[in-house]
């Protein structure tokens, strides 16, 4: 019996001894449990159990990281779906030769699904991070029985393939974790379109979100400065076997990932920055927003830095020119005049330079084609549109033709490929034309601009003199940024003084519109008839210069439906002007809290409304190129247009972050009393949830038509208080606006309630962020419950607010207050 003892003790010492060292591989008399690990031949990589992020929840996960970063980088996980309950669970290798992951019950909670059989068969985790089943005497990677890399998580490493394996009827696509504490699938996912022009796209659920552009033999040609990187070689492999695209590193010492990111919905190429110690990002997509998916519908073209982003092609007009004026273009455009197939003196095309070509759905390629064959095929096909060289390399060669609707085309300056589009011959002549008086045509264009070249020297002059007098902020423009001596241009269209003198009557009384923190606001109209609004900044102003440069620069890259269109500024003499689009129905605080007003608010009004503003929220904390946090919505800064559509104005206060960054914090607290976050209002820490408060007393407003600040019933000291003692007590059908008899849809009325309590709880970590408040205004998912809200600021001194009837005025005053501690 004794010796039995030894020899048991011998063998699991001798088990345990080869998981005292590191080791790569599991065989099938082994096992792998949450104290052990596997380690890369290299040491690279590292495969075992792990808790994800800052999660404090008991899941565990079986996944593979990098071995000697110090902030634990996971790269892929198995059991995505089914998290560990305990520490008891094995991964180890059954007898039908699978990689099982079993907990203390024997129960499977994830396993590998093989195919091809062997008699012995071992786990081994690869230098490159990849994780493979084969039999133990065959290493050739053709014979694989399963690897990881087949069934990627939301990471793109060195050596993967994205794309099909056509033989096993496989497609490997990336999908991204829920949140940084979830590893479970999200529903954001980069996949490569199955067809013979490849394109790389992204989703957001089953809603496109953005598209690569064709290869066109060198790059991508939406994305040339991603698929061009000098650290990178990518590759497209198309046979009869495999449809895919995979990258290596020339720089094999350079540690880099390529990873999709839920929490801003961007792909991101990151580098180990060694000095650092941190992940650096050196790519991200989309880097606009005309990189989002098809911004400016069919046959229109989205071009950066242009107000607004999106045209028509030249040939083409708007299909709905309201929709357009109003900054919505998804519907697209038409061709000016009709053309007739195959009839020589109707059809031709017109040639377009550096254009990101279109979706590659509808389209169709032949490598050996000539340009020239490429446009006979073209024409002889009346469904066909346009057509471009295949490959760019060497001159050109290749044909690509595209079918019906051209999708997702943008500008790419110095970059993408020519693109030859059918139109009537009469628009093509026309072009000719107007190449063969180009000379005559760029005097005129000089002539014409005259004045903005005195405007702009103005600027600079403005600039010199505000550096020299050390006024630094004029040179940043935003709080919290860098001082530099740099210059900053201003990228939105100049209005010369006398220009907007005209247009307001010489700033008359009678146009003015009301007046805010910035100053007054007057109402002005262009010599082509176009209504606009005029906000002049006061010498008296609360804001100030730095504001004004703020919501210059912000306004300049921000394009939503849901956000006020700026039309440009002025900057002469002692002026600082900016012009806005005029929004008839001024702003929402004047229908809101007026009692016969708020009667043309009916339920479906309101509801629109709570969407748009959602909407318009979202883009500037997630979808906008720029992170951008408000800091100062409210009523009166929710402007509405003739038909009471929502967009929010007043971007002087907002703050503008970078990469990753979702938060920061001030020393000079500035927005408006009522509708601060506590964590703001007293120590000057801002984020997007900060944000997301500030919508949910906006929510609240909104359903019951009561001020938050102005409401005082039940010994509650503001509307937040009382919204919560009616959900405590069941009756929370009694907040919603009596105004609103019978117009409202109670289930939508209490969800809106039920959301807007889930904006306002007291700790950040507790609210919802705006993606999850649009989701959930648009379905019926369960809502979790909500804490007991932040409604105390009772120590804040309040300061009672100035009336207003004005589209841009200040209802509830912003004020700058306090000091962060």
């Known amino acids: 019996m004794a010796m039995l003892t030894i020899l048991l003790l011998s063998k699991l010492l001798s088990l345990f001894s080869k998981f005292a060292v590191a080791t790569d591989t599991i065989t099938q008399s082994e096992f792998l449990e949450d104290n052990t690990t596997l380690v890369s031949n290299n040491g690279t990589f590292e495969l075992g159990f792990f808790t994800p992020g800052s999660s404090s929840s008991p899941n565990l996960y079986v996944g593979i990281w990098y071995k000697n970063i110090p902030i634990r980088t996971v790269v892929w996980v198995a059991n995505r779906d089914n998290p560990i309950k305990d520490n008891s669970s094995k991964l180890s290798i059954n007898t039908k030769g699978y990689l099982v ?182 790519s991200e997509l989309p880097t606009d927003f005309c990189d989002q998916y098809n911004t400016c519908g069919a046959f229109g073209i989205c071009v950066i830095g242009q107000v607004p982003a999106c045209k028509c092609l030249d040939g083409f007009k708007p299909k709905s020119p309201r929709n357009w004026t109003q900054m919505s273009w998804n519907q697209g455009c038409v061709h000016n005049q009709t053309w007739s197939c195959r009839k020589k003196g109707r059809d031709g095309f017109n040639k377009f330079n550096s254009v990101k070509a279109p979706d590659t759905r509808r389209s169709w390629v032949n490598a050996s084609m000539t340009l020239d064959e490429c446009k006979n095929k073209c024409w002889e096909n009346c469904s066909c549109t346009a057509y471009a060289n295949s490959d760019i390399k060497g001159g050109g060669s290749g044909c690509a033709i595209w079918f019906s609707d051209l999708l997702n085309i943008r500008l790419m300056p110095n970059a993408g490929q020519d693109l030859y589009i059918r139109l009537a011959v009469s628009e093509t002549a026309q072009q000719n034309q107007d190449e063969k008086h180009s000379s005559k045509k760029k005097v005129v264009v000089i002539a014409s601009t005259v004045s903005s070249v005195i405007a702009i020297l103005l600027i600079f002059i403005f600039i010199y003199w505000s550096y020299k007098n050390k006024n630094k902020e004029i040179i940043t423009g935003i709080e919290g940024k860098n001082n530099k001596s740099q210059q900053e241009d201003f990228e939105l269209p100049l209005f010369d003084l006398a220009s907007i003198a005209h247009a307001t009557n010489n700033f008359s009384h009678d146009n003015k519109l009301g007046e805010g923190g910035f100053g007054p606001v007057y109402k002005g109209i262009l010599p082509d008839g176009q209504e606009v609004a005029v906000k002049r900044l006061s010498r008296t102003s609360r804001q100030g210069l730095k504001e004004f440069k703020n919501e210059v620069m912000l306004c300049a890259e921000l394009q939503h439906r849901n956000l006020v269109k700026v039309l440009g500024c002025c900057i002469q003499d002692d002026e600082k002007l900016l012009i806005y689009e005029y929004m008839a129905n001024k702003s929402l605080d004047v229908f809101l809290f007026d009692s016969s007003q708020g009667k043309l608010l009916d339920w479906p009004k309101r509801f629109c409304i709570i969407n748009g503003i959602a909407r318009g929220l979202l883009y500037l904390h997630q979808d906008s190129r720029l992170r951008i946090i408000h800091r100062d919505l409210k009523a009166s800064n929710v402007l509405l247009d003739n038909e009471m559509n929502p967009k929010i104005s007043d971007f002087g206060l907002a703050r503008m972050c970078g990469g990753d960054q979702i938060e920061g914090k001030t020393n000079r607290v500035v927005g408006t009393y009522g509708y601060m976050a506590p964590e703001y209002a007293f120590d000057g820490i801002f984020s997007i949830k900060s944000d ?101 600021l009772n120590d804040i001194p309040t300061e009672r607010e100035s009336s207003s009837n004005t589209s841009f005025s200040v209802n509830d005053v912003t004020t700058s207050m306090l000091s962060g501690r």
């Not at 990849?130 to 690897?147: A, F, G, I, S």
């Not at 009756?731 to 919603?736: S, W």
């Not at 709880?761 to 919802?768: C, G, K, L, T």
Request: glycine share 6%; aromatic share 12%; charged share 20%.
């Open 101 to 282: 992951l079993i907990n203390q019950n024997n129960t499977v909670i994830w396993s590998t699904n093989t195919t091809t059989k062997a008699s012995l068969v071992v786990a081994q985790l690869l230098d490159s991070g990849n994780l493979v089943l084969r039999d133990e005497k065959d290493t050739n990677p053709e014979n694989y029985l399963w690897q990881s890399f087949d069934y990627p998580s939301d990471t793109f490493l060195p050596g993967m393939k994205l794309g099909w394996d056509l033989k096993k009827g496989l497609n490997r696509v990336l999908t991204a974790w829920k949140n940084w504490d979830d590893p479970s699938p999200g529903d954001f996912t980069l996949s490569i379109l199955h067809t013979n022009n490849p394109e790389v796209v992204m989703w957001k659920g089953t809603t496109q979100y953005y598209g690569s552009g064709p290869w066109d033999g060198t790059v991508f040609s939406g994305s040339p400065s991603v698929s061009s990187d000098s650290n990178v070689n990518y590759a497209i492999v198309s046979n009869k076997d495999e449809f895919y695209i995979t990258y290596s590193l020339i720089d094999k010492s350079l540690i880099s990932r390529v990873v999709i990111n839920q929490t801003k919905y961007v792909r991101q190429r990151l580098l180990w920055n060694i000095d650092s110690q941190m992940w650096r990002v050196s």
């Open 692 to 792: 997301v408060f500030s919508f949910g007393v906006l929510l609240l407003e909104i359903v019951s038509g009561k001020k938050n600040r102005l409401f005082y019933p039940n010994d509650y000291n503001n509307l937040i208080g009382h919204a919560w003692r009616l959900w405590k007590e069941g009756n929370p059908m009694q907040f919603i606006d009596t105004s609103l008899k019978d117009s409202y849809n109670l289930h939508e009325a209490l969800r809106c309630i039920h959301i807007g309590l889930l904006c306002v709880q007291h700790h950040p970590n507790d609210r919802s962020n705006m993606a999850s408040v649009v989701v959930s205004l648009s379905n019926e998912n369960a809502l979790p419950l909500p804490k007991n809200p932040s409604y105390l």
